[in-house]
Structures are given as structure tokens and as C-alpha cells.
């Protein structure tokens, strides 16, 4: 007799229906069996047909991530229990294999799934049974969980597309106005910054506002001097780098930093880029 299982703790637990297959095989002959995803826990138990038979067991792909690759992924189910008004990413795992892999955080540029995560450093999450949760998080749908296994990787964000804050950003006078609106106590940074070697580096100072607790959501604002040269006024150039300000007649353009904002009430926040629509307030 032969089958497939999944190699647990103590036992090899059969395949779920359809996949769960006992065939009498014949000596020297072949049986080809099915199996739903090819995982590092998928085994091959041999035995005779006669009752309590020792039992010979196989289990090829353990120690061959070359094998299974994504597969492994594939066979994962990502349950996801994160929340704004905890601060908390947390996610649970179920799968076929009784697999711990290592969770860190990274942030993705854009919402697409093609997009490349990038890793924020020393934001491993605790695991408890397959529960993997990180505190003093900022939740959005672009801050995501990297699950590890061996040198297989897999990147899972939150489930749920909305956000626990916005910000829109507007010229006022010589001044740029952050409009922040949240449904949860938080406290907000802001700051100009200037591209350096593709990045976009806050300078001093910084500029915070708060929403304390038990404060009824509403609109928060910050105001963010900067410098205008004669009658010129910010336009965006499509947040691709900088905000130019307008044109001299010769030249070019002149350029003023652009801002981000951010939660600074937790550990691991998003900041975000923003560019001025080009319009003065009154």
C-alpha cells in the first residue's frame, strides 16, 4: 500500500479529498499519485496490506526549496486581524505544513503587487502558533509582513484598503498647509525635505499636531513655511522628485522641498510624499 501525507509533529496526516489516496501497488510495478501543492511536509509512506504492517516513509522535498518554491505560499492561507485602533499589524497562518517562518515589515512603493517591498530594519513580529502580531504599527495597505521560510520569501499586506488617516496638502501664502484628517488618537510630524541619492531626507525642523484621546475626529492642520522666489508659486511636477517654482525667463527652474508627513506617535509609520497642486490660497 501507498500513499502521500503530510509529515505533522508525531504523525503523517493524510491529504484532504480529493488528494487522499490509499493504492495497492504490485512489486515492480509504478503508481502515480495526486497531490494539491508540492510542500516541504509532503511524504511518501509505504506499508504491506496485512494489518498493523510496519510503515516506510519518505519525505523528499523537506530539505529542497528548489522543489516546492512558491508552491509553499500557494498552500498558505493569510488571515489578517490588523487594526488602526490598536496600532497593531497581526496576521494567522493556517497551512498543510507546520511552518514558523520569520515575519518582518516592508513598505511598498505603490499599491500593485508587483511592486518591490522594501525591508524596514528591526521590525521582526512575534510568533505564538502560527500567530504573528507587531505593536506600535501605523496600519495601511502598502506596510506589509515579508514571510522568511529557508530562502523562499512571500510578502502579504493588510486585507483591508482603507486607512485610518489622510492627508492633502495645499499653498497657503508663503505657506504650505497640510489638511489632516483621523478616526483614531494620533499625533503627526511633518517636515520638508530635499532629494539626496534618491532619497527624500526630512530637515529641522519638524512640525507636529496632535489628536488626543477622546477628541472627536475632525480635521487637524499644519502649516509648513517655505520660501517663494518673486511672483513665482509651486506646481507639481508629478511628485517625481522635486517641486519646481516656476520658470526664470532663463535657466532652470528653481526647486523648494518637498514635504512628508507621517504618524510619530508609533515606531513603524509610512511617510508619505507629497507636492503642492500648484494652488494659492487665499
Not at 514571510?147 to 492627508?167: D, G, L, M, Q
Request: contains cysteine.
Amino acid at each position: 500500500l501507498v500513499r502521500l501525507c503530510h509529515q505533522l509533529a508525531l504523525e503523517c496526516e493524510e491529504l484532504p479529498l480529493p488528494f487522499h489516496r490509499q493504492v495497492l501497488v504490485a512489486g515492480g510495478h509504478h503508481v502515480s499519485l495526486l497531490y494539491k501543492f508540492l510542500v516541504p511536509c509532503l511524504c511518501i509512506e509505504a506499508s504491506y496490506s496485512y494489518h498493523d504492517s510496519p510503515r516506510r516513509k519518505r519525505c523528499p522535498f523537506r530539505d529542497r526549496p528548489d522543489a516546492y518554491g512558491p508552491e509553499l505560499w500557494s498552500s498558505v492561507h493569510f488571515h489578517d486581524y490588523s487594526t488602526s485602533s490598536k496600532d497593531q499589524m497581526a496576521m494567522v497562518l493556517s497551512a498543510s505544513c507546520p511552518l514558523h517562518p520569520q515575519a518582518t515589515l516592508c513598505w511598498r512603493e505603490t499599491a500593485d503587487e508587483a511592486a518591490p517591498c522594501h525591508d524596514i530594519p528591526n521590525s521582526t513580529a512575534s510568533e505564538e502558533e502560527q500567530v504573528y502580531t507587531l505593536d506600535s504599527v501605523d496600519v495601511h495597505p502598502q506596510l506589509c509582513f515579508r514571510f522568511s521560510y529557508k530562502n523562499s520569501s512571500h510578502v502579504e499586506c493588510p486585507h483591508r484598503p482603507e486607512t485610518a488617516w489622510n492627508v492633502s496638502v495645499s499653498v497657503w501664502g508663503l505657506q504650505l498647509q497640510l489638511h489632516l484628517t483621523s478616526r483614531i488618537p494620533a499625533a503627526f510630524s511633518a517636515a520638508l525635505c530635499q532629494r539626496r541619492a534618491g532619497q527624500c531626507e526630512p530637515e529641522a525642523p519638524l512640525y507636529t499636531v496632535t489628536q488626543p484621546e477622546g477628541s472627536t475626529p475632525g480635521e487637524l492642520a499644519l502649516l509648513l513655511p517655505v520660501q517663494v522666489l518673486g511672483s513665482c508659486v509651486l506646481v507639481s511636477d508629478h511628485c517625481a522628485g522635486i517641486c519646481a517654482v516656476g520658470r526664470p525667463q532663463h535657466g532652470p527652474p528653481l526647486t523648494q522641498p518637498l514635504s512628508q508627513v507621517w504618524r510619530s506617535d508609533v515606531h513603524f509609520a509610512r511617510k508619505q510624499l507629497l507636492c503642492p497642486d500648484g494652488e494659492r490660497g487665499s
